[in-house]
């Protein structure tokens, strides 16, 4: 037994002594501090020599506080006695009337390690918020204050869906309806448009004569027809055309004008040629808005 306590007091005797020989100093440099404000905190250890001591890093909990900056300086020794010191830049976010706080230090050894636990430093919580009066006055202020928002998105999602639904209905029940009121008013912008350059290409004819103007006004009108029947009037001859369109005056027509381009000759007749191939562009596209009209 008494064997036993030896070996207890040889092994437990050289941590007292080292523990002895480190002493450990940490405190605020405020007695107060607001919410959330930056704290100084400092903490010295001074030991002799054959010891290592380590200061808490970031990683160390520092709860109810936290770590902003940890600054340290440089260890000095005067006669065999080292001192280290290092500040702890914290802040409070307990609501705590009063709180005690202390960072140790640690002692490392081969295979274990002490720690030196400084006496606690109280820090008092200052409330800057002025007592509230028993009744309170209001200021007026009538400016207008625009308030941000933010993007709805599930209202925007919501409102594409409808619109998608509901555009799907519209073409599901009233798509022909609607795709022929379209290809209408496309062939009536269309005719508009020819009747225009047909007016000012038949005026120019008239008042000029010659070769340009006759090709022009006849390109003009094949072109017109091509579009209203769909057959390459571009390329047909003038017989072609008139076995197309069932009417064998047109060849006469066709000759008036195209006697200008070959012959260099005009003919009499050549205002009622313009005006009947005229006659041909307007029934054929009064026939096209009909079908049109009447398609399924």
Known sequence: ???????????????????????????FMKDSAKLGERIPYVLKAKYGPGHNIVFPDSTFDYSPFVLLEKKTFISSTQGGITLDSAVYYVSNFSLDPVVEFSIPVFEVFKY??????????????QLVIDQIPEELAFRDNNIYQPIPT??????????????????????????????????????????????????????????QPDMDHADELLGLWKTYMEHLKAKPFREWTTTEIAEFL??????????DIEMIIYAG?????????CQNLWKICS?????KITLTDERQ
């Open 283 to 287: 029934d054929s596209y009064q026939q």
């Open 246 to 255: 069932e009417n064998k005056a047109i060849v006469k027509d066709f000759r």
């Open 112 to 125: 274990d390690s002490l720690t030196h636990q400084p006496l606690t430093s109280s820090l008092a919580l």
């Open 1 to 27: 037994m008494k064997h036993i306590v030896f070996t207890l007091i040889a092994f437990i005797l050289p941590f007292v002594l080292w523990a002895q020989e480190v002493q450990v100093e940490g405190q």
């Open 150 to 207: 933010e993007f709805n998105y599930p209202l925007w999602i919501a409102m594409f869906v409808v619109a998608l639904v509901l555009a799907f209905a519209i073409f599901f029940f009233f798509g022909n309806q609607l795709q022929k009121k379209w290809d209408i008013w496309m062939e009536k912008r269309r005719y508009r448009r020819f009747e225009k350059r047909w007016r000012e290409a038949e005026g120019a004819f008239q008042k």
């Open 265 to 273: 000759k005009t003919s009499e007749d050549l205002p009622q040629a």
